[in-house]
């Protein structure tokens, strides 16, 4: 039996590897993490793409687990978040555009 959408509403994203064994992932705040070797810390740096912490912009544990809420809600192959829509748009635009290139857009687009 697949899951109804309420409850995927209400279970997407509790991987215990982000809520440590607890209901709900814990809010998470931090800009920089602590490492116990140098080499520790450049292993992060090398998977930092793949949910490893590294550093708290980068994501921690709150944010990769609403990563896998919203990528399992809406059937998507991953999802990126972004601290502001300026840096989301940035993003959308990048994606598609070259050095040299055009832009053609309203200015008041955001």
């Not at 944010?63 to 809600?73: L, P, R, S, W």
């Amino acid at each position: 039996m697949s899951e109804g959408k309420k409850t995927k509403l209400i279970t997407a994203g509790r991987d215990k590897k982000w809520t440590n064994g607890v209901v709900n992932p814990p809010v998470q705040r931090a800009s920089t993490v602590v490492f116990n070797t140098v080499a520790e810390k450049n292993q992060a740096a090398i998977n930092r793409a793949n949910k490893t912490l590294f550093y708290g912009r980068r994501g921690t544990n709150t944010h990769f687990a609403f990563q896998d809420a919203m990528v399992e809600i809406e059937g998507g192959a991953g999802c990126a978040l972004y601290p502001c829509g300026t840096a989301a748009i940035s993003n959308a635009i990048l994606s598609f555009v070259e050095a040299g290139d055009h832009i053609l857009m309203v200015d008041t687009c955001y």
